[in-house]
Nanobody, 125 residues
Framework: QAQLVESGGGLVQAGGSLRLSCAAS????????MGWFRQAPGKEREFVAAISWSGGSTYYADSVKGRFTISRDNAKNTVYLQMNSLKPEDTAVYYC??????????????????WGQGTQVTVSS
């Protein structure tokens, strides 16, 4: 069973940057696609970004394209989300998730097998 632990959240001013990390253990990390999702208070969970098992393909929600970058280091069993030019509307709890064998529909949360506990990101105006 995989375990995912996010870190790197916090409070930042609008225009600032944060880098989230998600450390995975318990499974063969390199065979899993990885995704980042977020949920703001009173809103449904939404897709943010995803990366294929090899790291060769990345996918982004339109709302973060050009500002966020997802990457992975399979040697460290870690996936990252670099968030630049943050906006107050980026405020949410951010979750990482893993999906074994996923090769499409990366934005569908129900296709992911394991989830982390989440890390809070708060962007002040």
């Amino acid at each position: 069973q995989a375990q995912l632990v996010e870190s790197g959240g916090g409070l930042v001013q609008a225009g600032g940057s944060l880098r989230l990390s998600c450390a995975a253990s318990g499974r063969t990390f390199s065979s899993y696609a990885m995704g980042w999702f977020r949920q703001a208070p009173g809103k449904e969970r939404e897709f943010v970004a995803a990366i294929s098992w090899s790291g060769g393909s990345t996918y982004y929600a339109d709302s973060v394209k050009g500002r966020f970058t997802i990457s992975r280091d399979n040697a460290k069993n870690t996936v990252y989300l670099q968030m630049n030019s943050l906006k107050p509307e980026d405020t949410a709890v951010y979750y990482c998730a893993s999906a074994e064998g996923l090769m499409g529909d990366y934005d569908l949360g129900n296709l992911y097998d394991y989830w982390g506990q989440g890390t809070q990101v708060t962007v002040s105006s």
